[in-house]
């Protein structure tokens, strides 16, 4: 696995044997960032990875300018890993932080610009990612939430709902928190 874009492009992330974690393919990170990169300039966005796994979408990120990123991972040997090639990579601005994550959402005090999460697809509970993180104050206004799911599920009748984009078996699909000014502007609230 490779770091595909940013000032670490072509870095290798290799997990050891074993490791129990399924990372975003290349095809899919590369897509998902370029629709990102349509949206948002990198370059000092806060941005919160849930369900880290491999640390991939953490790294991309840091690698093309975010500010900081934090990377929720509730797998002891998941969370050293990522925190062990963040340290490698001279990463600095990626912190590790390992919890599980429906209680880090609930715990969470800081605000993000983007909010990524790429859950086991089995998980229980994963249809009920987007109301939690939209309905807490960790995505400022205006922030994406990205849901990484498989075929199967369908958010596009939620208010949130903007897009879903598809890169072969991997389903993103993309939430923009309401900005308040920009619901007043357009007449919709009193």
Same mark, same amino acid.
């Given at each position: 696995?490779? %770091?595909?874009?940013?000032?670490?492009? /072509?870095?290798?992330?290799?997990?050891?044997?074993?490791?129990?974690?399924?990372?975003?393919?290349?095809?899919?990170?590369? /897509? !998902? *960032?370029?629709?990102?990169?349509?949206?948002?300039?990198?370059?000092?966005?806060?941005?919160?990875?849930?369900?880290?796994?491999? /640390?991939? %979408?953490?790294?991309?990120?840091?690698?093309?300018?975010?500010?900081?990123?934090?990377? @929720?991972?509730?797998?002891?040997?998941?969370?050293? =890993? $990522?925190?062990?090639?963040?340290?490698?990579?001279?990463?600095?601005?990626?912190?590790? @932080?390992?919890?599980?994550?429906?209680?880090?959402?609930? $715990?969470?005090?800081? #605000?993000?610009? %983007?909010? *990524?999460?790429?859950?086991?697809?089995? !998980?229980?509970?994963?249809?009920? +990612?987007?109301?939690?993180? +939209?309905?807490?104050?960790?995505?400022?206004?205006?922030?994406? *939430? $990205? +849901?990484?799911?498989? #075929?199967?599920?369908?958010?596009?009748?939620?208010?949130?709902? @903007?897009?879903?984009?598809?890169?072969?078996? @991997?389903? *993103?699909? =993309? =939430?923009?928190?309401?900005?308040? !000014?920009? %619901?007043?502007?357009? /007449? !919709?609230?009193?």
């Amino acid at each position: 696995m490779r %770091i595909i874009g940013g000032v670490l492009k /072509g870095k290798a992330v290799n997990p050891p044997a074993g490791y129990k974690a399924r990372p975003t393919t290349d095809f899919a990170r590369e /897509g !998902l *960032f370029n629709v990102l990169a349509s949206k948002y300039e990198m370059d000092g966005l806060a941005v919160l990875d849930l369900f880290g796994g491999t /640390g991939a %979408i953490s790294f991309e990120f840091a690698s093309r300018g975010a500010g900081e990123v934090y990377c @929720v991972e509730m797998v002891p040997q998941n969370a050293a =890993f $990522i925190k062990s090639q963040a340290s490698r990579l001279g990463l600095g601005n990626v912190t590790v @932080v390992r919890h599980n994550v429906f209680d880090f959402i609930q $715990i969470c005090r800081k #605000s993000f610009d %983007i909010v *990524f999460a790429d859950p086991p697809y089995a !998980l229980e509970g994963l249809d009920t +990612l987007p109301d939690r993180v +939209l309905s807490s104050e960790m995505l400022f206004p205006g922030g994406y *939430f $990205i +849901l990484e799911h498989p #075929s199967g599920y369908s958010f596009g009748t939620h208010p949130y709902f @903007v897009k879903e984009k598809k890169y072969g078996n @991997v389903h *993103f699909s =993309f =939430f923009e928190k309401a900005d308040p !000014l920009q %619901i007043q502007h357009h /007449g !919709l609230s009193q």
